[in-house]
């Protein structure tokens, strides 16, 4: 069992910047892939970035050239630097983290991102 815990979420103006954490602890050993989820009310969790045990990242279309990804496997950390933020970045943000078979979540941080 992994736990992950985000923090880093906030309101921000249109074009500011944020940066996200996500803390691991648990079963972290087994942890191979991780990445970034957002949601907005009444629509489906969707992905922003992941990266594997490698620090390889991989970006959607919206998050490339403005969202960076990295990972912190010493220290058991995952983030997320948003630039040039955009009020459809608005959403809950989740740490997900691919461990012993099996997709862990955090709880979720808010960004709100203001016109």
């Known amino acids: 069992q992994v736990r992950l815990v985000e923090s880093g979420g906030g309101v921000v103006q249109s074009g500011g910047s944020l940066r996200l954490s996500c803390t691991a602890s648990g079963s972290v050993r087994s942890i191979i892939d991780m990445g970034w989820y957002r949601q907005v009310p009444g629509e489906l969790r969707q992905l922003v970035a992941v990266?594997?045990?490698?620090?390889?990242?991989v970006y959607t279309e919206s998050a490339k050239g403005r969202f960076t990804i990295s990972r912190d496997k010493a220290n058991n950390m995952l983030y997320l630097q948003m630039n040039d933020l955009k009020p459809d970045d608005s959403a809950v943000y989740y740490c997900?983290?691919?461990?012993?078979?099996?997709?862990?979540w955090g709880q979720g941080t808010q960004v709100t991102v203001s016109s």
């Open positions: 990266i594997n045990n490698l620090g390889n990242p």
């Open positions: 997900n983290a691919w461990a012993g078979g099996q997709t862990n």
